[in-house]
C-alpha cells in the first residue's frame, strides 16, 4: 500500500555535486514553509566540488520536529551512481520519481513501491540549447511535477523564483516556465497528487530559515567583534563569510566607505588565533572560525590566552576528523579537544547552541562573556547546525543593550586606584582589571606572558606566586559557572526517576524521541546543556534522578566524560547514547536506544520504568 | 630569578628630549642576558631611536616570541606595554595588535630561531600583509636558551662551539623579506650602534612592513672560531652600503655632506632620511637591484649593512582593508551594533 498522509514525510534528492540541484532542492523546501509546513531540510555531501554523489533531505512535519527523522518516504533519483541503494532506502509503499529519458530496466526498480517517471533530460534537450541551461533546469522541472505529485501551491515556488533572481529580471521567466512545465505534465502523466501529500498550514507563523554559520557570522556583528582572523576549513568557512558579508552590509560608514571591520584570511589556524589573541589583547573584539583540526593546532596559544586571561572567541564548527577524514559529515567530537585545549591545567568556556536561533544569540554573547571572563570562549556549533538551514525563531535584539566590555582600567580609573595590578583579584571573583596598551603615559603599561609571573605581571618563577595565580584561575572558572547561559528543564508530564542531558544539535531529535517515548509510557526529565562548566542545576539534576542517559554524537561520551571529570559523579549513573557514524541523530535512533536500556533496567528492577 | 627594579635616580644635568624624558623613561628592567650579548647592545640602540625620536613610551606596544632574543622586551621601554607571546608566533600577534588599534608603534622582537625556523611562515606572512611594523630580528646563528644548536641562518660550514659543522644552507633573512615585498628593508650589527641606532628611527618612521636583520653576536655559543656570527668575522666581512645620518621631520639638520656623497629620501609624511652613500651607484629604491646586490656579497662572504631597500610610498595592511581611522578598540556599541531594525530586515529576508 503506498504510503499516505499530510504534511508528514521525508523526501530526499540523490544528486550529482555541481549539478545546480542545490538551488532548485532549497526551491521546494522554502515553497513548502511558505506554506506555513514546517520543514527540515539536510545535505549530504561529499568533499568534492563536482562529481560525487549528494544528497539533500526534507523532512516535513506538520508537529514541527526539526530533527532528522531516517527513512526515506519519497525519494527523487537523479544520480545513475547511487541508484542502487538509493532505490534499496525508499520505505515500502514510499515514491520514486525519476528521469526516465534512459529506459531502466524492471530488475532496477522495486514492486512495493511507487515508480514515477519522466523523461527531464529530453524535454531539457528538446526545449533548450543551451548546454548549462538543459542541465539546470531539470532540477527545476523535477521541482514543478513534485509541486503537482505533493499537490503544493505553485504560486509559492514561483514567487519565490522572482524573489532569488531579483536583480536578474531575464531569469525569472524560463525558470518560472520551466517550474509550470513539470507540473503540468506531472498532472497529465500521473494520478495527482498523490496519497502522500501536502497541505496548506500555519504552523511556521514568523520563523526564520537560515544556517547556524550564518547566525553565528551576524551574532558576531551584533557582539561587537571587529578583527576576524580565520583559515578556510570545511565546516566553518561559511561563518567567516557570513560575518563579512554582513559586515559590509551593515559597518561601512556611508560617507568615507571605510570599514568599522578588519578580517584576514590567515595563512593557518595558529597565525588566525594569533592575531584574534593579539587584537584581544589590545581591546578589540576578536574571533576566528575554524573547526576540530583548526583547534588542534591552535593549542599553544589557546594555554597562552588561558594563562595571560585574553579575550577571544572560537566558533568550532564541529566535524569529523581528521584530515581528509569525514569533513562533510556532522559530529560533536571536540568536546574534550576544546575544554581542556592546550598544556599545563586549562579549562575554557564552551557554548553550545542548539539552533540557528541561538547560535546568533550566543555568538553575540560570547563577546561580552570572553570580555568579562577574559578568556577564550568557545562556541560549539556542528555541521549539522553550521551547514544546514533550519526552520527557528526570529533574531531578535535588545536594543537598550550595551557591549559589556569588562573589566578595563580607564586613564582616570588608573589616575584614581590606590594599587593597580594586573592580575590582582580585586573584586573578590577571580578575575583582575585590565588596561589596553597606550591608555596612560606612566601606569597601567604590563607585561604579558604565560605564567611565570606575579599579581604585579612582574616576572618571577617562584612557587607561592604560580600557584596562587592558579586557584585564581580556578576561582575565575567558578564565577564563570554563574554568568554562562544555563541549561534549559523540560519536566515530564509525570515523576520520573530518568533524566536526560544533551546538547547542541541533538536537541531537536531529542525533543521528539522524548514525545514518542511519552506515548510509550517512557517519561524522562529532560535537561539541555548550553554550557561549559555545568552550573550547579546540571549537578543538581544529576542528582536527583537514579539514570540519566547522556545523548551526544561522538564515539567515546566526551561531555559525559567532563561531566564525570568536573562533577565527581558515579560512571554507572550516566548512561551514554551515542550516535557518532557521521549523519544527524535521529528520534527513531534515541527511543530505540532509551527503550533498550529501560527494558534491560526494567528486566533487573521493574520499579525503574515509570 | 626574580623582578630586578633598577634605581630611579640620576645625574641633574641629564640629557632630555622634546618630551622632557631622559633616557631613563625608556629603560626597562636589567637584562637578564649573559654579559657582553649583542642584544643588550640591540636594546639600547632601541631606547637611544625611542629617545631621539621622542616618542611617548607608553604609545609603543612592544611584542616577541620565545628565545633570548624575545626576552629583551623586559630590558627597554618599561612604560610600554609588553607581550611575551609564544615561540615564532610574534608575527601573527603583533599584527592582531595591530589591527585593534592603527595609532600605536608596533615593535616586534624576534631572534633567528624564532623567525627563521619555528616562525618562518608568520614572518614570511606578516611581511606580505604589510604590517605596519618595525620587525627586528636579532640574529646570532644560534639557540642560546637551549645551549648552542645551530638556527635555520646559521651559514653552512660555519662550525659549532662543540666542533659540529653546519650542513644547511641559510636562510637569508632580508633577501627573504626583500622578495616578499617589505618596504623597509634594512641589515645591521649590534657592534654598530651609529648605524643601528638611526636605521631603527628609520623604520618607526615608515609606514609599513620594516624589517631590519640585525646581526648580534651571541658571547656563549657562537663567538668563536669558525663561527660567522662572532664579532671578529662581522667586524672583518661586514659591507657597509651607506650610512643614515639623521632623519629630519623631528630632529633638525646640524652637519653638512659633500655633494654627491649623499641620498636624500623622502618619506611619505614629507620627513626626509639622508644617506651617506658608501658603496657607490647603490640606489635603495631599486628593489631588484637590491636583491641582486644581497646575493652578490654574500657569494663574496660578505655581510651587507644598512638601508638596503626603502619604498617611499609603503601602502599598510589597514590602507589594504581600508578600515576606519579611528582605531577599532575604540569602537563602540552604537558604531558596531545594528539594532533590531537591521535584523527586522534580515528576519524578513529569511523566510
Not at chain 1, 559597518?251 to 584574534?276: N, Y
Not at chain 2, 623622502?266 to 658608501?278: A, C, E, M, N, V
Amino acid at each position: 500500500m503506498p504510503i499516505e498522509s499530510i504534511n508528514d514525510c521525508v523526501i530526499r534528492f540523490a544528486n550529482v555535486n555541481g549539478s545546480g540541484s542545490a538551488s532548485a532542492n532549497q526551491l521546494f523546501a522554502r515553497s513548502i514553509m511558505r506554506m506555513g509546513v514546517p520543514v527540515a531540510p539536510r545535505n549530504i555531501f561529499p568533499s568534492n566540488i563536482q562529481g560525487l554523489p549528494t544528497w539533500y533531505e526534507v523532512r516535513v512535519s506538520e508537529a514541527g520536529h526539526r530533527g532528522a527523522r531516517g527513512g526515506t518516504d519519497f525519494m527523487v533519483a537523479m544520480n545513475p551512481q547511487t541508484w542502487d541503494k538509493d532505490v534499496a532506502s525508499i520505505e515500502p509503499g514510499g515514491y520514486l520519481f525519476y528521469d526516465s529519458s534512459r529506459t531502466v530496466p524492471d530488475s532496477k526498480l522495486r514492486e512495493d513501491i511507487v515508480v514515477l517517471g519522466m523523461p527531464l533530460t529530453n524535454i531539457c534537450n528538446r526545449e533548450f540549447t543551451d548546454p548549462r541551461q538543459r542541465n539546470l533546469f531539470k532540477n527545476i522541472m523535477y521541482v514543478g511535477a513534485l509541486a503537482a505529485l505533493l499537490d503544493m501551491d505553485l504560486a509559492e515556488s514561483e514567487k519565490l523564483i522572482s524573489e532569488q533572481f531579483k536583480g536578474k529580471e531575464k531569469l525569472i521567466a524560463p525558470n518560472q516556465k520551466v517550474l509550470r512545465m513539470g507540473y503540468d505534465l506531472a498532472r497529465e502523466t500521473f494520478q495527482c497528487p498523490l496519497p502522500m501529500r501536502l497541505r496548506r498550514s500555519d504552523k511556521v507563523g514568523d520563523a526564520v530559515f537560515l544556517d547556524g554559520n550564518t547566525a553565528a557570522g551576524l551574532g558576531a556583528v551584533y557582539g561587537g567583534a571587529t578583527v576576524c582572523a580565520w583559515y578556510p576549513i570545511t565546516p566553518s568557512t561559511s561563518l567567516a563569510e557570513a560575518f563579512e558579508r554582513y559586515c559590509n552590509r551593515l559597518r561601512v560608514d556611508p560617507v568615507t566607505k571605510q570599514k568599522k571591520f578588519g578580517i584576514v584570511q590567515a595563512e593557518d589556524e595558529l597565525a588566525s588565533i594569533g592575531m584574534v589573541i593579539g587584537a584581544g589583547w589590545n581591546g578589540a573584539r576578536a574571533f576566528t572560525a575554524t573547526s576540530g583540526p583548526g583547534i588542534s593546532l591552535m593549542q599553544e596559544f589557546l594555554g597562552l590566552a588561558y594563562f595571560a586571561e585574553i579575550p577571544a572567541v572560537l566558533f568550532d564548527v564541529q566535524r569529523g576528523g581528521p584530515s581528509t577524514g569525514m569533513p562533510t559529515r556532522t559530529q560533536q567530537s571536540d568536546i574534550l579537544l576544546a575544554a581542556y585545549a592546550s598544556h599545563g591545567d586549562t579549562k575554557h568556556v564552551l557554548l553550545f547552541p542548539e539552533d540557528p536561533h541561538e547560535c546568533f544569540e550566543f555568538g553575540a554573547l560570547a563577546f561580552d562573556l570572553a570580555d568579562r571572563l577574559q578568556t577564550p570562549i568557545f562556541v560549539m556549533l556542528d555541521l549539522d547546525i553550521g551547514m544546514n538551514q533550519h526552520m527557528c525563531k526570529p533574531l531578535k535584539w535588545d536594543d537598550t543593550r550595551n557591549l559589556d566590555r569588562g573589566k578595563v582600567m580607564s586613564a582616570a580609573d588608573l589616575d584614581a586606584a590606590k594599587d593597580w595590578g594586573r592580575y590582582l583579584d580585586v573584586d573578590g571573583d577571580g578575575i583582575p582589571y585590565r588596561t589596553y596598551p597606550g591608555t596612560h603615559p606612566t601606569k597601567g603599561a604590563y607585561f604579558t606572558r604565560g605564567t611565570s609571573r606575579d599579581r604585579y605581571a612582574r616576572y618571577t618563577e617562584e612557587a607561592a606566586p604560580y600557584v596562587d595565580n592558579m586557584e585564581r584561575l580556578l576561582h575565575k572558572f567558578e564565577t564563570a559557572k554563574t554568568i554562562v547561559p544555563a541549561p534549559e528543564f523540560r519536566a515530564a508530564a509525570q515523576p520520573t526517576r530518568l533524566g536526560v542531558l544533551y546538547y547542541g544539535s541533538t536537541a531537536p531529535s531529542m525533543n521528539e524521541a522524548a514525545e514518542l517515548l511519552a506515548k510509550e509510557g517512557v517519561h524522562l526529565d529532560l535537561m539541555r546543556v548550553r554550557a561549559f562548566p555545568f552550573s550547579a542545576e546540571v549537578t543538581d539534576f544529576i542528582a536527583a534522578h537514579e539514570q540519566v542517559f547522556v545523548v551526544e554524537q561522538n564515539r567515546d561520551a566526551q561531555l559525559r566524560t567532563l561531566l564525570l571529570a568536573e562533577c565527581s559523579i558515579d560512571p554507572a549513573q550516566l548512561v551514554k547514547i551515542l550516535n557518532y557514524d557521521g549523519n544527524p541523530i535521529t528520534a527513531r535512533f534515541i527511543r530505540k536506544a532509551i527503550v533498550d536500556h529501560v527494558e534491560r533496567l526494567s528486566a533487573r528492577s521493574p520499579k525503574v520504568h515509570s | 630569578m626574580s623582578y630586578l627594579a633598577k634605581p630611579k635616580f640620576h645625574h641633574p644635568d641629564i640629557e632630555t628630549n622634546e618630551l622632557g624624558f631622559t633616557h631613563r623613561d625608556y629603560e626597562g628592567s636589567i637584562s637578564t642576558l649573559c654579559a657582553g650579548c649583542g642584544h643588550d647592545s640591540i636594546s639600547s640602540a632601541i631606547m637611544r631611536a625611542c629617545f631621539e625620536l621622542s616618542l611617548p613610551p607608553h604609545r609603543i606596544a612592544k611584542l616577541s616570541g620565545i628565545g633570548c632574543s624575545s626576552k629583551t622586551p623586559t630590558y627597554f621601554l618599561g612604560q610600554s606595554h609588553g607581550f611575551n607571546s609564544v615561540h615564532g608566533r610574534m608575527p601573527s600577534v603583533l599584527t592582531g595588535a595591530n589591527l585593534a588599534n592603527r595609532d600605536l608603534i608596533y615593535l616586534g622582537v624576534s631572534g633567528d630561531g624564532d623567525s627563521a625556523s619555528i616562525g618562518f611562515g608568520q614572518f614570511a606572512h606578516s611581511i606580505r600583509r604589510g604590517v605596519n611594523m618595525v620587525y627586528i630580528v636579532e640574529n646570532n646563528g644560534v639557540y642560546g636558551l637551549t645551549k648552542g644548536q645551530f638556527s635555520a641562518t646559521s651559514d653552512r660550514g660555519s662550525k659549532s662551539k662543540r666542533g659540529v659543522v653546519n650542513t644547511d644552507s641559510a636562510i637569508d633573512l632580508a633577501a627573504t623579506a626583500l622578495q616578499l615585498g617589505a618596504t623597509f628593508v634594512a641589515r645591521s650589527f649590534s657592534g654598530d650602534k651609529s648605524q643601528l641606532v638611526p636605521l631603527i628611527k628609520a623604520a618607526i618612521e615608515h609606514r609599513g612592513s620594516a624589517f631590519i636583520d640585525c646581526i648580534s653576536p651571541c658571547v656563549a655559543f657562537n663567538n668563536h672560531e669558525g663561527s660567522t656570527r662572532s664579532f671578529d668575522y662581522v667586524r672583518s666581512h661586514n659591507a657597509a652600503l651607506n650610512k643614515l645620518d639623521y632623519i629630519t621631520g623631528r630632529a633638525p639638520i646640524t652637519t653638512d655632506y659633500e655633494p654627491g656623497s649623499t641620498q636624500v629620501v623622502k618619506l611619505h609624511d614629507g620627513s626626509t632620511i639622508r644617506l651617506s652613500k658608501i658603496g657607490a651607484d647603490y640606489d635603495v629604491h631599486d628593489r631588484v637591484a637590491a636583491m641582486h646586490h644581497l646575493h652578490t656579497r654574500q657569494a663574496t662572504g660578505e655581510i651587507v649593512t644598512g638601508l638596503i631597500y626603502l619604498d617611499g610610498e609603503p601602502h599598510d595592511l589597514h590602507d589594504s582593508l581600508n578600515t576606519v581611522t579611528t582605531p577599532l578598540n575604540e569602537l563602540n556599541t552604537p558604531d558596531l551594533t545594528p539594532g533590531q531594525k537591521a535584523l527586522d530586515a534580515i528576519n524578513a529576508s529569511l523566510r
